[in-house]
T-cell receptor, first 112, second 114 residues
């Protein structure tokens, strides 16, 4: 499967701690994206990193991409209870523009 | 703000019924997608469309069909609903921007087939 695989499947931390989620994939990509899903809702796009980029920041989010290892990580710094959600990585496969393959997600719980 | 709406948040149907799930986006996006989401399986692509009257099969098209008569509307059809189609259905749309497409999702429809 070309699907992104996420690790860990579930993560529980205290408010203020950092949360790190990892994503691995198997094919060449145009870009890798991270999405967030609150319970029972649709997904919301967080950040996109192109295949020629290594690191990207957006507020408390930091994403890294290592195309040689076919892996990415999402770091949420100084987590808050409101960050509790499921986080999905999605890859846009090279030369298949527009179509995304999603991972199974990491369920993050941030305890106050 | 991009808005993607789905016709129902919750739907209960009986086995064998024909089911229509509607999705409408208001940002003139070319691309539209239907996924189903099941615990432990993540999001799986059912069908997608790059333009009006165009459709492409995703990873799990069996038992489903789609219709895109207008650019803003993408319908998912379950010709004869079965219990294994009980799931959360998510619609998404995106603007074609070669290599940087991000998808905007609707709130989802939780379908139960009895």
């Amino acid at each position: 499967s070309q699907q992104g695989e996420e690790d860990p499947q579930a993560l529980s931390i205290q408010e203020g701690e950092n949360a790190t989620m990892n994503c691995s994939y198997k094919t060449s990509i145009n870009n890798l994206q991270w999405y967030r899903q609150n319970s029972g809702r649709g997904l919301v796009h967080l950040i996109l990193i192109r295949s020629n980029e290594r690191e990207k920041h957006s507020g408390r989010l930091r994403v890294t991409l290592d195309t040689s290892k076919k892996s990415s990580s999402l770091l949420i710094t100084a987590s808050r209870a409101a960050d509790t959600a499921s986080y999905f990585c999605a890859i846009e496969i090279y030369n298949q523009g527009g179509k995304l393959i999603f991972g199974q997600g990491t369920e993050l719980s941030v305890k106050p | 703000d991009v808005k993607v709406t789905q016709s129902s948040r919750y739907l209960v149907k009986r086995t064998g019924e024909k089911v229509f799930l509607e999705c409408v986006q208001d940002m003139d996006h070319e691309n539209m997608f239907w996924y189903r989401q099941d615990p432990g399986l993540g999001l799986r692509l059912i069908y997608f469309s790059y333009d009006v009257k165009m459709k492409e099969k995703g990873d799990i098209p069996e038992g489903y069909s789609v219709s895109r008569e207008k650019k803003e509307r993408f319908s998912l059809i379950l010709e004869s609903a079965s219990t294994n189609q009980t799931s959360m259905y998510l619609c998404a749309s995106s603007f074609s921007d070669r290599g940087t497409d991000t998808q905007y999702f609707g709130p989802g429809t939780r379908l139960t087939v009895l």
